[in-house]
């Protein structure tokens, strides 16, 4: 991460009109919020879990691997059925690992799982943000209970999973 005064003198001789500046600021603020924000998943499960619980994928947008341009916003989304014999209930899919940062997809730390009865099939949005950097990165969620436990631990690794390579 480059220094407030490299930032200064590159704004000046690139002339950007505060761009520059702005963007180094964003990145510093999103940096300071993962600090206070990391993310919640833990490996203990949810006192909910029960094994008779189970999705099963159908489909998604934004294939693996899709080309974006740099900052690109989309949304990603996956369809999974409820093929357990449990209600899903104030769930949610919840980021593995920090939501933001140089040469990471940004999401938000988690979204709302719909609500689903047993053979029930729910489509979950996340918006995203392609990395600023060139290269391939990925982000994988996995569902949770509001306290970041997990509804299928040791199952389904890596989750549900989200990978685009930005190019110029």
Same mark, same amino acid.
């Given at each position: ?38 993310? &919640?998943? !833990?490996? $203990? +499960?949810? /006192?909910? =879990?029960? #094994?008779? @619980?189970?999705? %099963? ?49 940004? &999401?938000? !730390?988690? $979204? +709302?799982? /719909?609500? =689903?009865? #047993?053979? @029930?099939?729910? %489509? ?45």
């Amino acid at each position: 991460m480059p220094s407030e005064a490299v930032i200064h003198q590159l704004e000046s001789a690139l002339n950007s009109g505060g761009l520059l500046l702005a963007r180094y600021d964003a990145v510093l603020a999103e940096k300071r919020k993962q600090r206070l924000e990391r993310n &919640t998943v !833990t490996s $203990v +499960p949810s /006192p909910d =879990a029960d #094994p008779t @619980d189970a999705s %099963t994928f159908i489909g998604e947008t934004i294939s693996d691997g899709s080309l974006m341009h740099p900052g690109q916003r989309f949304i990603k989304t996956w369809t999974i059925r409820n093929d357990g014999t449990i209600h899903w209930n104030r769930r949610y899919l919840t980021r593995l690992g920090i939501a933001a940062g140089p040469g990471l997809i940004t &999401t938000p !730390t988690r $979204v +709302p799982v /719909p609500s =689903a009865s #047993p053979g @029930d099939q729910i %489509t979950i949005e996340v918006p995203c943000v392609a990395h600023f950097i060139e290269g391939t990165s990925a982000a994988a969620f996995k569902m949770t209970d509001d306290e970041g436990r997990l509804y299928f631990p040791g199952r389904y690794f890596p989750g549900l999973q989200v990978q685009v390579t930005v190019v110029r």
